[in-house]
């Protein structure tokens, strides 16, 4: 059994930062790729960044130059720092994570169950 866990997520003014946390844990032997996705009412889910095995990253347009996401691979742990928040970045911020649970096993793709993020004034 693996589970993600978001958390970090709140109710900030426009221009202000979070960073949001994505906790694994459980049956886990390797983790790969770390990915942030969003989603808003009404709209499809938003890819918003995501962290390889060898590190290399990649960000979103829409948070690029303002989000960040790292990991700390010995706590099990990825991060996504968000800084000048505006208020269309307003979502639930999910977690995924292409985990393996012994040697050999292909990756799997778990997810959690997302963290709301509201920018209002």
């Known amino acids: 059994q693996v589970q993600l866990v978001e958390s970090g997520g709140g109710l900030v003014q426009p221009g202000d930062s979070l960073r949001l946390t994505c906790a694994a844990s459980?049956?886990?032997?390797?983790?790969?790729?770390w990915s942030w996705y969003r989603q808003s009412p009404g709209k499809h889910r938003e890819f918003v960044a995501a962290?390889?095995?060898?590190?290399?990253?990649v960000h979103a347009d829409s948070g690029k130059g303002r989000f960040t996401i790292t990991r700390d691979s010995a706590k099990n742990t990825a991060y996504l720092q968000m800084t000048r928040l505006k208020p269309e970045d307003t979502a639930v911020y999910l977690c995924?994570?292409?985990?393996?649970?012994?040697?050999?096993?292909?990756?799997?793709?778990?997810w959690g169950q997302g963290t709301q993020v509201t920018v209002s004034s």
């Open positions: 995924s994570a292409e985990i393996t649970t012994a040697r050999g096993l292909v990756p799997y793709d778990y």
């Open positions: 962290i390889r095995p060898g590190g290399n990253t």
């Open positions: 459980g049956n886990i032997f390797g983790i790969y790729a």
